[in-house]
């Protein structure tokens, strides 16, 4: 079945600087992959996500990439703020009817 | 996208007793979800709450411990049965709309077991 993997586990980055954290996942049947960001005691909210037919998407601070041959992707922040501070989780899963698979999550420190 | 309303958002339990986890949508979806998260870990799918019938559990999770009822499409509960301390942890439902790849979540319950 699926698997993904997510690094790194800890992110620490001055305030300003980017920081990005990449998931690799197993089955090339994936088509779908969101991040989610947990701030400490919330629930898990989406920022952004990314289909298999596009290579990038921008959302302000954040871009997610992907790289479907090495099966890969990655998160993006430019110009971290310490509201960035939270847990990341990437997942990947078939489509709508399918379930997502999680990576591990990635805590993001900012510095001030 | 959906709005879930979940609760308690807190308890705490003795050893033995049973509690039972509301989860409600503000509009028709057609996947709802069950999680459970230790602190500091990911999200553990416990099941898939079918309407109108029954749940579909992961590897490691089973009816008579987990129970979960979806009634209608907008509403589901789990139940954690005689509960033990190694239940102590945040279960989470999420929810799916129609041909929607974006999951949605409630706030939590987080289960303390003594």
């Known amino acids: 079945g699926e698997n993904v993997e997510q690094h790194p586990s800890t992110l620490s980055v001055q305030e300003g600087d980017s920081a990005v954290i990449k998931c690799t996942y197993s089955?090339?049947?994936?088509?779908?992959f969101p991040w989610y960001k947990q701030e400490l005691g919330k629930r898990p909210q989406l920022i952004i996500d990314?289909?298999?037919n596009v290579g990038e998407k921008k959302d302000q601070r954040i871009a997610v990439t992907l790289n479907k041959t090495a099966k890969h992707f990655s998160l993006h922040i430019t110009e971290t703020q310490p509201e960035d501070s939270a847990v990341y989780f990437c997942?990947?899963?078939?489509?709508?009817?399918?379930?997502?698979?999680w990576g591990a999550g990635t805590k993001l420190i900012i510095k001030p | 996208s959906a709005v879930i309303s979940q609760k308690p958002s807190r308890d705490i339990c003795q050893r033995g007793t049973s509690l039972t986890i509301q989860c409600q949508v503000d509009?028709?979806?057609?996947?709802m979800f069950w999680y459970r998260q230790q602190p500091g870990q990911s999200l553990t799918l416990i099941a898939t709450?079918?309407?109108?019938?029954?749940?579909?559990?992961e590897s490691g999770f089973v009816i008579d411990k987990f129970p979960i009822s979806r009634p209608n499409l907008t509403f589901s509960t789990l139940t954690v049965s005689n509960m033990s301390p190694e239940d102590s942890s945040i279960y989470l439902c999420?929810?799916?709309?129609?041909?929607?790849?974006?999951?949605?979540f409630g706030a939590g319950s987080r289960l303390t077991v003594l």
């Open positions: 999420s929810a799916r709309g129609a041909g929607a790849n974006v999951l949605t």
């Open positions: 509009s028709q979806v057609t996947m």
């Open positions: 709450a079918n309407q109108g019938s029954e749940a579909t559990y």
């Open positions: 089955d090339s049947a994936s088509n779908y």
């Open positions: 990314i289909r298999s």
């Open positions: 997942a990947a899963s078939r489509g709508s009817n399918y379930q997502l698979i």
